[in-house]
């Protein structure tokens, strides 16, 4: 007999708006598993938490925000949170995510540096031409520029986050390869149409893409890494065919992988994952 699970569903106002199909799928499709979310907003609870009264606490939790202190506050509580607090931390930190990533592994990384939102100025751009520039916790490719782009639509852009530096490189475009746990499920080709971000919400293109062995060995030791719930991880592929580890998305959009690959049935998968994980926890 199929045990029902109660489920926050948490995002906040703007993401909630924006994603009104993609929570409705979450509903529907959660059914099927006797699964009941209830659709959290992140700004209706006290911050920073520590004095909240969370009322009945769900069976799990899955945050749509990035927000890593409102997950570990969860999971204080005792609340099981897809993607965990570790993961939210580190991979909504362009930085912390190429860092660790780094130091633990042999996984190829684009070379980047971390600076404090003090240190942009017209000057810095300067002495670091042909780079790329990327607020920390940007999302959606519309915090990252050229540093030739001007300083004023930079610092506007980036506002008062901290940013990350890569260099330019030219390339084929990048690979989003989805995961779930430790489980390639799809992978897509993301190419710009003009510039050089190539995200589907830019008006970039995309397509299915099948993962050669190397990219699927270095995905392999990136999950090894982490505990995964869902996960987009990012690799540029460069002009010469080579993989490098851009990014990992913690609240990772699903549009191009549906566009591409609708077979892969993405939310059955990750709801079936969850609930094995907490069968193995009970």
């Known amino acids: 007999m199929m045990q029902n699970r109660q489920a926050w569903l948490v995002y906040?106002?703007?993401?909630?708006?924006?994603?009104?199909?993609y929570i409705a799928a979450h509903k529907q499709v959660g059914k099927g598993f006797g699964i009941s979310f209830e659709l959290k907003i992140k700004e209706q609870w006290n911050y920073p938490f520590a004095e909240n009264s969370w009322g009945e606490k769900p069976d799990f939790a899955i945050v749509r925000t990035i927000c890593p202190e409102l997950s570990k506050a969860l999971e204080q509580e005792g609340i099981p949170v897809f993607n965990n607090a570790m993961v939210s931390e580190i991979c909504n930190d362009k930085g912390k995510t190429i860092s660790y990533v780094a130091q633990n592994s042999r996984v190829p990384v684009i070379p980047t540096e971390t600076f404090d939102s003090e240190t942009l100025s017209e000057?810095?751009?300067?002495?670091?031409?042909?780079?790329?520039?990327?607020?920390?916790?940007?999302?959606?490719?519309?915090?990252?520029?050229?540093?030739?782009?001007?300083?004023?639509?930079?610092?506007a852009g980036i506002a008062s986050s901290d940013f990350v530096l890569q260099?330019?490189?030219?390339?084929?475009?990048d690979i989003r390869v989805y995961v779930i746990g430790k489980e390639i499920v799809g992978a897509v080709l993301r190419r710009s149409k003009e510039g050089f971000r190539a995200n589907y919400s830019l008006g970039g293109t995309v397509q299915s893409y099948s993962l050669p062995e190397e990219a699927r060995k270095w995905t392999e030791h990136i999950c090894n890494l982490f505990s995964f719930g869902?996960?987009?991880?990012?690799f540029l592929l460069d002009a010469e065919g080579r993989f490098f580890l851009n990014e990992i998305e913690d609240v990772v959009g699903a549009r191009m992988l549906y566009a591409c690959q609708p077979q892969v049935k993405l939310l059955e998968r990750y709801f079936s994952f969850i609930l094995d994980k907490m069968l193995q926890s009970s």
Do not use: Y
Not at 128 to 138: E, M, N, Q, R
Not at 167 to 173: S, T, Y
């Open 123 to 155: 000057e810095f751009l300067k002495v670091h031409p042909d780079s790329v520039i990327k607020a920390v916790a940007g999302h959606g490719g519309t915090q990252v520029f050229r540093t030739e782009d001007s300083f004023a639509r930079i610092q």
């Open 12 to 21: 906040d106002r703007e993401g909630a708006e924006r994603n009104r199909d």
């Open 167 to 173: 260099p330019f490189i030219k390339g084929a475009g």
């Open 230 to 234: 869902l996960v987009g991880i990012d």
